[in-house]
């Protein structure tokens, strides 16, 4: 059973403060990385790809990402309240799959003024 | 900018009722897919689709469900004597290529489905 595990938080963080959102994943053979957010009754709203190792960096947010140790992370820096959501981390095994992309149950994330 | 849209919103049906839930890919995009949430849970892939015809399905896309693209626009999802179980909110996805790097999914607002 391939799972993708997240905190559920929540996790509060300070208007200003960077916050860090980690993933895990169980299956080697994962391909492409995502970072979901999600505000309550909305669909989720893709905020960042990763591919390969290392770190990728968009505006306030940085994704990271370790194969090796089967870990993703979202950074976000300068927090603000409309940050205030839950982020979701998701997997897609690629190398032929066709989207079947693995959701883990998100960490909802509360940035206070 | 480029949406998928999917109608109705939110619909209640009763149990053992059939349902067809409709969606509107971006235009280009060649994959379709529904995944679902259920209140408090996490999202659930269902079935995707390419070239008219289901390529992956999850195992809760059992026999009660159905996928079509009846058009060149729409696509659906039916599903058969619906249960209280159902009750979700179904997101309809779709992207322009499959599988491996790029594969950049893009999600509808959501159809509420509530079975009473």
């Known amino acids: 059973q391939k799972e993708v595990e997240q905190n559920s938080g929540p996790l509060s963080v300070p208007e200003g403060a960077i916050a860090s959102l980690n993933c895990t994943y169980s299956d080697r053979v994962s391909q492409s990385f995502f970072w979901y957010r999600q505000y309550s009754g909305k669909s989720p709203e893709l905020i960042m790809s990763?591919?390969?190792?290392g770190d990728k960096e968009d505006g306030r947010f940085t994704a990271q990402l370790n194969k090796a140790s089967q870990y993703v992370s979202l950074l976000i820096r300068d927090s603000q309240p409309s940050d205030s959501a839950t982020y979701l981390c998701?997997?897609?095994?690629?190398?032929?799959?066709?989207?079947?992309?693995?959701f883990g149950k998100g960490t909802k994330l509360s940035v206070k003024p | 900018e480029p949406e998928v849209t999917q109608t109705p919103s939110h619909q209640v049906t009763q149990m053992g009722q059939e349902v067809i839930l409709r969606c509107v890919p971006i235009s280009n995009h060649l994959y379709f897919y529904w995944y679902r949430q259920i209140l408090g849970q996490k999202v659930e892939f269902l079935v995707s689709f390419y070239n008219n015809e289901i390529s992956e399905k999850s195992e809760i896309f059992d026999d009660q469900f159905s996928v079509e693209r009846p058009d060149g626009s729409n696509f659906t999802l039916k599903i058969r004597s619906t249960k209280l179980e159902d009750s979700a909110m179904y997101f309809c996805?779709?992207?322009?290529?499959?599988?491996?790097?790029?594969?950049?999914?893009?999600f509808g607002e959501g159809s509420w489905l509530t079975v009473v």
């Open positions: 998701a997997v897609n095994e690629g190398r032929g799959s066709q989207g079947n992309l693995i």
């Open positions: 996805a779709s992207s322009e290529a499959g599988g491996g790097s790029g594969n950049t999914i893009y």
């Open positions: 990763i591919y390969s190792n």
